[in-house]
């Protein structure tokens, strides 16, 4: 199984912007789709963004204006760029693979996860 390893979280101010990655410890299949989720303390998983090989993008509806999912093919990397953060985006984020064919959408159609990386917004 392919590991998932983020990284670029931290401590940052609200309007800050972070760049997440995601490594994968060896070339993923070209039928995944990769997808970041995030969860604060008590509440589900939640969406955030997703890309296939392809390059096919799919973003929560939370998301649209200010992150941009990425990624680096030579690199085995996925990056998840986020811009004007704010205090509700604090959680851990987490990078996790799905099946092509899967609901991109839902936490449950991915399979392989991440351990995560913290995001805290505040002053």
């Known amino acids: 199984q392919v590991r998932l390893v983020e990284s670029g979280g931290g401590l940052v101010q609200p309007g800050g912007s972070l760049r997440l990655s995601c490594l994968a410890s060896?070339?993923?299949?070209?039928?995944?789709?990769m997808g970041w989720f995030r969860q604060a303390p008590g509440k589900e998983r939640e969406f955030v963004a997703a890309?296939?090989?392809?390059?096919?993008?799919n973003y929560g509806d939370s998301m649209l204006a200010r992150f941009t999912i990425s990624k680096d093919d030579a690199k085995n990397t996925v990056y998840l760029q986020m811009n004007n953060l704010q205090p509700d985006d604090t959680g851990l984020y987490l990078c996790?693979?799905?099946?092509?064919?899967?609901?991109?959408?839902?936490?449950?159609?991915?399979?392989?996860w991440g351990q995560g990386t913290q995001v805290t917004v505040s002053s």
């Open positions: 996790a693979g799905a099946p092509i064919g899967r609901n991109p959408f839902n936490r449950a159609d991915y399979s392989n």
């Open positions: 890309i296939t090989w392809a390059g096919i993008k």
């Open positions: 060896e070339r993923t299949s070209d039928n995944l789709r």
